[in-house]
């Protein structure tokens, strides 16, 4: 498993790179899937993000946004986590969240 560490500047750069790295790593068109999130919740606070690609033949791609250890996890269809990014500098959350 590889391990890379990034800064983004706002969430919208978080969810292009998710976007980015499940196309390259699987051959897939940018824009060509749909992407979903859901923002994770513990004790009705802001923890993280799920990220979905929802791609051909009825695979999913997920990552997890960890904002305790601001990292992201990328797991492949079958359920292998193939990446793990460690953030420098998280985006904000919490007006995601509002």
């Given at each position: ?19 980015e ?5 699987y ?29 051909p033949r009825?695979?999913?791609?997920t ?13 492949g ?22």
């Amino acid at each position: 498993m590889v391990t890379k560490v990034l800064q983004f500047h706002d969430l919208q750069d978080l969810r292009d790179f998710v976007h980015e790295t499940f196309c390259n790593r699987y051959q897939l068109q940018f824009g060509a899937f749909r992407m979903t999130e859901r923002v994770l919740l513990r004790g009705g606070k802001p923890c993280g993000v799920h990220f979905c690609l929802h791609g051909p033949r009825a695979a999913r791609f997920t990552a997890i946004w960890e904002t305790d250890r601001n990292q992201v996890l990328f797991y492949g269809s079958a359920g292998e986590r193939f990446l793990k990014t460690q953030l420098v500098e998280a985006p904000n959350l919490e007006r995601k969240a509002a």
